[in-house]
């Protein structure tokens, strides 16, 4: 079963730091590029950040110089270190990947969601 697991959602005050984590089910053969998305209440889910497999990334403009996005090929992992929150960045965070699977094709998967509430 392919799984995307995502963890380090959290409640944290205005300026502070969270690091998401998402990391793939053993049984994927290969993973191209991964990415977070973000849904707040009443409004669509947005892109925040993208990495490729060969580490090329790309950034919502109101998330640029603030959060990171990075990915650890090995574990299968990708990570968004997210810094000088603010309250306009409270949604569920969505981790989302294109991976290939026994069907030797890349299929996009997303992960269950996380919580980020940031405080004013």
């Known amino acids: 079963q392919v799984q995307l697991v995502e963890s380090g959602g959290g409640l944290v005050q205005a300026g502070g730091s969270l690091r998401l984590s998402c990391a793939a089910s053993?049984?994927?053969?290969?993973?191209?590029?991964m990415g977070w998305y973000r849904q707040a209440p009443g409004k669509e889910r947005e892109l925040v950040a993208t990495i490729t497999s060969g580490g090329s990334r790309n950034y919502a403009d109101s998330v640029k110089g603030r959060f990171t996005i990075s990915r650890d090929n090995p574990k299968k992992t990708v990570y968004l270190q997210m810094n000088s929150l603010k309250p306009e960045d409270t949604a569920v965070y969505f981790c989302?990947?294109?991976?290939?699977?026994?069907?030797?094709?890349?299929?996009?998967?997303w992960g269950q969601g996380t919580q980020v509430t940031v405080s004013s």
């Open positions: 989302n990947a294109a991976l290939m699977t026994m069907t030797l094709k890349y299929d996009f998967y």
């Open positions: 053993r049984s994927i053969l290969s993973i191209n590029t």
